[in-house]
């Protein structure tokens, strides 16, 4: 079992940049499939962004393709989503999730830990 817990949310202008962190407990953070979702109000939880486990593939929701990083530091236990160009809506509750199952990164029901979510808010 891995826990994991999201920071740095907050409020953002659009057009402005946010990194978020998302940081493991276990010294197995480093073998899991790490996912950014995000969920606003009255919606569905979206797959943002994933990063498998030795950082050779990153995936992106297209909403997000060439505006948000995902990257990670498996010595820090740690996966970062850098947010730039940010938009009015992208404004929601950012999770980041572990799982092991790559070939289904955007599915969040394949991810076995999830964190509390941090609040993302761009204000136009």
């Known amino acids: 079992q891995v826990q994991v817990a999201e920071s740095g949310g907050g409020l953002v202008q659009a057009g402005g940049s946010l990194r978020l962190s998302c940081v493991g407990v276990e010294r197995t953070f480093s073998n899991y499939v790490i996912g950014w979702f995000r969920q606003a109000p009255g919606l569905d939880r979206e797959f943002v962004a994933a990063i498998n486990h030795n950082s050779v593939n990153t995936y992106y929701s297209d909403s997000v393709k060439g505006r948000f990083t995902v990257s990670r530091d498996n010595g820090k236990k740690t996966v970062y989503l850098e947010m730039t160009r940010m938009k009015p809506e992208d404004s929601a509750v950012y999770y980041c999730?572990?799982?092991?199952?790559?070939?289904?990164?955007?599915?969040?029901?394949?991810?076995?830990?999830w964190g509390q979510g941090t609040r993302v808010t761009v204000s136009s």
């Open positions: 999730a572990a799982g092991w199952s790559e070939p289904n990164y955007k599915r969040p029901e394949f991810y076995n830990y």
